[in-house]
């Protein structure tokens, strides 16, 4: 059974710039979960998609938002880059079983 | 709202002896709790979980954690470690509000606690 696959796995980006991450999930997983692990900062919960819809968001800017496909695929949108959205972006899927499972994450970096 | 305090940021400790890592929450409502372990440049590794029933939960690698209610405490432990759990711990809790019915809901994490495992 293939993972939830995260791309790109590292990116560069200026300050200002937009982003876009991807996840897929486990095949059958329908939830989507988004979480930043930055410097210091540690795991920060962004944001949840199940069934195509936004169920909850962390405490984060309108500048980060994202939206979830009908093949329960996901994106994250990042506008304005800042220094500080460096980060590793990590991208969970669950199951009815209960079970999240979590990607290798995407390491983003902002010059 | 919830959080979560691991009470150590870092633990030393020589290769097959015990180990424990230490992890509070503090939540208004009833809670899901996890154990993740994160090896270098790698995503997170669910070790075990505590939904409901006993409260001692048995995970992957030989490691357990006991669910302490009047404590609020979900420490993490094994009996006789290897070099190869040196990671990064991170505990976590989840309410059941915020639970849907697919997933446990966002999960907010502790600070996390350095493992390293000396020959």
């Known amino acids: 059974e293939a993972g939830v696959t995260q791309s790109p796995t590292h990116l560069i980006k200026t300050r200002g710039q937009q982003v876009t991450l991807r996840c897929s999930p486990i095949?059958?997983?329908?939830?989507v979960y988004w979480y930043q692990q930055a410097l210091g900062l540690g795991l920060q919960f962004l944001l949840w998609?199940?069934?195509?819809?936004?169920?909850n968001r962390g405490n984060f800017p309108p500048r980060f938002s994202g939206r979830q496909f009908p093949n329960y695929s996901s994106e994250l949108n990042v506008n304005a880059l800042e220094l500080e959205d460096s980060a590793l972006y990590l991208c969970?899927?669950?199951?009815?079983?209960?079970?999240?499972?979590f990607g290798q994450g995407t390491r983003l970096t902002v010059v | 709202a919830q959080s979560v305090t691991q009470l150590d940021s870092q633990v030393p400790v020589f290769e097959e002896a015990p180990v424990e890592l230490r992890c509070n929450y503090s939540s208004s409502v009833s809670v899901y709790l996890f154990w993740y372990v994160q090896y270098p440049n790698q995503g997170l590794q669910l070790l075990l979980k505590y939904l409901s029933g006993s409260t001692l939960v048995k995970g992957i690698n030989g490691f357990e954690a006991e669910f302490n209610k009047s404590q609020t405490s979900f420490h993490l432990r094994k009996p006789s470690v290897h070099i190869s759990d040196t990671a990064e711990y991170f505990c976590?809790?989840?309410?059941?509000?915020?639970?849907?019915?697919?997933?446990?809901?966002?999960?907010?994490f502790g600070q996390g606690t350095i493992l390293t495992v000396h020959p």
């Open positions: 095949s059958g997983h329908t939830s």
């Open positions: 969970a899927s669950s199951s009815s079983g209960h079970k999240d499972f």
């Open positions: 976590a809790v989840s309410d059941l509000a915020n639970a849907g019915g697919t997933s446990y809901g966002k999960l907010t």
């Open positions: 998609y199940d069934e195509g819809e936004e169920r």
